[in-house]
């Protein structure tokens, strides 16, 4: 008998609700900002910005500015101290620990607790539910799920009270039930050093029946090439013949495909990606066919999308979900019941389709190189490099570029510093062709590039084995939803990564 089968279907009715999304997507939306502005009209914010008396979206966008981590952080730092009721009415007990801004090292996002149920929970479910859609012929309650999360600690030493990675708040404060169906313990799970957790997980885990994996593609690897040591097994699915799915997120699956393929062999393997922030979840792939993801519209999220190019604009204009174009970067901006309103997010996104509404992320409004006008973002960088690695052979473990301003022959160029997991035939051929794809998908690029005048070729430096972990291990963010800035556009970051380089591996 298969268990799956029988479970699966107490999620049909589930599935007919977000199938509604193709055709009721603005009322559903409308909905939720109507609800979302009602439930905070008595907090500080809301009689600040007269919540009682917003009538329509127009009212809401005329009346309360767009945010950013900058403008937030007042009310955040109350929060910690212990206040309530500022942002939102309910009880704030829990702070997602993110990667920081120009002015801090890291940033704490408020999580309520009806967040954690209608956002972050619910996403996971829907997850599951869209999953079996997809693979009728499932088994995956047959075995354990294996969840590879962050950890935390108490917020300003007060015990009533959580600061850490979204994925330590999730499994600290799930359903008890879960628990029979998921590894490792939570014991192990929260341990805050990274070597010695992957350890404990990688001995908890390898006698156990895996069915699916959640996490960060790039730690996860690291866990499963761990596991394939201690095993001295060639595959994962020797391991766990019975896995089928890894629900990844966090970063861009590009650069790992072919990792995963030499590490994974079975054809019944799937990989689904869900977009799961500390802010929120937001959208989770419905068709493996496509890489994008179905944008969830009904969960305690308001979403609003700001054009690229108005972004650091005093006062940008942003559009609701019926107002978007397709085939256009948009910054995402956020109202949420965990109190972030109109909250710009530092991610950017495409949409591709909208019966339903279906996007791909194409980078962050930070991440990026614009320093000759050429507009690079990290969706050209990961076509450029999937091409590159397609026509030498290669597999790019992690890369970081940069511009280089100015060298003493008067010339400008970007740097890329990247770390193969298989090197290329040449390194001057994947160079150039990395040089070229970004030309073919970016005109910007391309126009900079004409006759080398404004801009040179690329230069690509191999990166030593290990360099970006040890980076990382540096600043203190292994493990969990820290990763490596994939595009800057000053060399703060690659400096350091260059001078590191140069050391031996710690």
């Known amino acids: 008998m298969n268990i799956t089968k029988i479970i699966s279907k107490t999620f049909d009715s589930r599935l007919k609700q977000i199938d509604l999304y193709a055709t009721q997507a603005s009322e559903i939306q409308h909905s939720v900002l109507n609800r979302l502005v009602h439930q905070a009209a008595q907090t500080e914010w809301g009689k600040k910005y007269d919540y009682s008396s917003i009538r329509s979206y127009e009212d809401f966008r005329k009346r309360v500015p767009i945010q ?23 009880e704030i007990r829990w702070f997602a620990k993110s990667s920081g801004t120009t002015n801090d090292k890291s940033k704490f996002l408020p999580v309520s607790k009806e967040a954690l149920q209608d956002i972050h929970y619910r996403g ?23 969840i590879l999360g962050g950890s935390h600690s108490p917020n300003l030493n007060s015990n009533h009270s959580l600061v850490g990675d979204l994925s330590a708040i999730l499994i600290q404060n799930v359903n008890p039930l879960i628990n029979f169906v998921r590894v490792p313990s939570k014991k192990i799970a929260l341990m805050s050093e990274w070597e010695t957790k992957i350890e404990a997980i990688a001995n908890s885990t390898i006698p156990v029946n895996v069915t699916s994996l959640s996490g960060v593609p790039s730690w996860m690897l690291v866990l499963i090439k761990r596991i394939l040591e201690k095993t001295g097994k060639q595959t994962l699915e020797e391991v766990w013949p019975n896995l089928e799915v890894f629900f990844h997120g966090g970063v861009a699956f590009t650069p790992y495909r072919e990792q995963y393929k030499q590490v994974i062999h079975s054809p019944k393997m799937h990989y689904v990606e869900t977009y799961n922030a500390s802010e929120g979840y937001f959208g989770t792939q ?43 970067n948009y910054a995402m901006v956020i109202s949420t019941s965990c109190g972030l309103w109109r909250y710009m997010i530092g991610d950017t996104v495409k949409f591709t389709g909208k019966n339903p509404y279906k996007f791909v992320i194409t980078g962050r409004t930070k ?9 690079l ?11 590159a690695c397609s026509e030498t052979g290669a597999q790019v473990s992690e890369y970081s570029a940069a511009p280089v301003f100015m060298d003493e022959h008067a010339k400008c160029r970007h740097q890329w510093l990247i770390e193969f ?24 690029y391309e126009a900079k590039r004409w006759k080398d005048i404004a801009l040179q070729p690329l230069e690509v430096i191999v990166a030593r084995p290990g360099l970006f972990h040890d980076w990382l291990a540096q600043r203190g963010k292994l493990g969990g939803q820290h990763k490596v800035p994939r595009l800057s556009n000053t060399r703060e970051y690659i400096e350091t990564m260059l001078a590191l380089n140069s050391s031996p591996q710690i």
């Open 124 to 146: 996971g479910k829907d997850a599951a539910a869209l999953y079996f859609r997809i693979n009728p012929d499932s088994h995956f309650f047959s075995g354990k799920g294996l």
């Open 377 to 387: 973002i990290v969706d050209n960088a990961e076509k450029g490099l999937a091409k």
């Open 421 to 444: 997991a298989k090197m290329p035939d040449s390194v001057e051929k994947f160079a150039a062709i990395l040089d070229a794809t970004l030309k073919e998908v970016n005109s910007d």
């Open 68 to 90: 950013t981590y900058e403008e937030i952080k007042p009310y955040v730092e109350r929060l910690r101290a212990g206040e309530q009721n500022l942002l939102w009415p309910s």
């Open 367 to 375: 991440h990026f190189i614009n320093a000759f006008g050429e507009e």
């Open 286 to 328: 419905n068709d493996l066919s496509d890489p994008a993801m179905l944008l969830m519209i009904d969960y305690g999220i308001f979403y609003e999308f700001v054009p690229l190019e108005e972004v650091d604009k005093e006062n940008p204009r942003a559009y609701c979900l019926e107002e978007v174009e397709l085939n256009k």
